[in-house]
């Protein structure tokens, strides 16, 4: 058997050619997704306005998210991003009398603080755990935090900006043993580290096929739990929503049974095509195998930062940490601009580099990465 990421490097042209440590961002296009958004533009061509063919690739896209949470496909809406996705859930969610609280962590991708905010204009309240200097959300924080009072947890898995990951099982406990809900945004986990749904008793999970589920933007997901359908509607809806999109009724709303009901307007189709590519590859890689795959290859990134005296930001522990490592410098922007003249693709955030790693990277990458930051070492924060 071929071992990662030889196995399957001639699927993703761009890794032949750079270091490419940027999957936080977006994963790297294989042959396979090109494909996909070829035959869109075939069956587009070939077939003119095909809305059935649509639909049941829409249906597929649902299945392949559901396979990789190990959900129901009933339990899953297809988004065009976590934005939509969340706007529609929190439209509908009644928070029982008493139970205005939001808690959300200061580890939150943007969308997830921003939606949260608004909803203090119908009178929640949101509340923010901070981050410890060890760069982790502290577990007895939350759990201050989430009370009596509180109707949803909103929790990142990885961090966005750190790399950091949280124990997402035991935050999950703790919403649940105060009686709230609780969201989990897995886009910086999701296609990098099995996700079970069911094994988690997550309430609801949001993320997208951009970055490690290998597809490309406008196509998100959300699921929540079959038990908690029925009592959400949300006032933010569309007609792909309803309960019988063909039926196209003006004159009254009657959303979908499923999670369809936070899905909105005409799906992202050539997204969809490039989704179910992207999930098929990467569920022939194996997600468990490139997990394990990919935390050999920050162990020695670990140990290259060690040597040349690079302060990494994000938790040392590998428990508390997912695909992606932040590393500390005096000019981000510099520093992502200096590697990429040396063909390393990384991104900046708050003053660090992040750098990614997927089931196509090497040792060969990682080596490269670590002469990249020593050549450059004056940008980096000591
Ligand atoms: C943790 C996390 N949540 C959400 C998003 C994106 O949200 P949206 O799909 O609304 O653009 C990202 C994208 O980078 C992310 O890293």
């Known amino acids: 058997m071929i071992k990662l990421p030889d196995s399957i490097k001639d699927r993703f042209p761009i890794v032949n050619r750079v270091a ?47 396979r990789v949470l190990n959900a129901a496909p009933e339990e899953v809406a297809v988004t065009t991003s976590v934005s939509a996705g969340v706007s529609s ?52 924080r939350l759990a201050e935090e989430i009370d009596e009072e ?13 790399g950091s990951k949280i124990d997402v099982a035991e935050v999950i406990r703790l919403a649940h043993d105060a009686g709230a809900l609780i969201l989990v945004d897995a886009f910086q986990a999701v296609g990098a580290i099995p996700i079970d749904v069911r094994a988690l ?45 063909f039926k196209m009724d003006i004159y009254d709303y009657s959303p979908s049974p499923t999670a369809r009901r936070f899905e909105s307007g005409t799906p992202p189709i050539p997204n969809i095509y490039a989704g179910v590519a992207g999930m098929d590859l990467m569920h022939e890689i194996g997600i468990a195998e490139t997990e394990r795959h990919v935390g050999r290859l920050t162990a020695l990134l670990v140990e290259g930062l060690d040597r040349i005296g690079a302060k990494m930001v994000t938790p040392r522990d590998p428990a508390k940490r997912g695909p992606m490592i932040a590393v500390a410098t005096t000019d981000e ?29 090497s040792e060969d990458d990682i080596a490269r990465i670590v002469d990249g930051l020593e050549r450059h070492s004056h940008l980096l924060a000591r």
């Open 20 to 66: 490419y440590a940027n999957s936080c961002s977006q994963g790297a296009l294989s042959v396979d997704v090109r494909a996909a958004y070829q035959r869109y533009l075939s069956d587009w061509d070939e077939k003119g306005a095909p809305w059935e063919l649509w639909v049941q690739h829409a249906e597929a896209v649902r299945g392949r998210f559901a």
């Open 333 to 361: 922007h510099a520093m992502v601009g200096a590697l990429h003249e040396d063909g390393i693709l990384t991104s900046p955030r708050d003053g660090n580099i992040r750098l990614s790693f997927h089931c196509y990277n």
């Open 201 to 245: 008793g997550a309430d609801f999970v949001t993320g997208g096929a951009l970055k490690y589920l290998l597809g490309s933007s406008g196509l998100g997901f959300l699921y929540c739990r079959q038990d908690l359908l029925a009592d959400i509607v949300p006032t933010q809806t569309g007609w792909f929503a309803d309960e019988d999109i």
């Open 89 to 140: 859930l929190v439209s509908g969610l009644r928070f029982p009398e008493g139970r205005n609280k939001i808690v959300i962590s200061d580890f939150e991708f943007p969308t997830i603080g921003q939606i949260t905010h608004a909803q203090e204009l119908v009178g929640r309240k949101v509340h923010h755990v901070a981050a410890a200097p060890d760069v982790t959300i502290p577990l007895e």
């Open 150 to 162: 509180t109707g949803l947890v909103a929790i990142t898995y990885v961090s966005f900006r750190t």
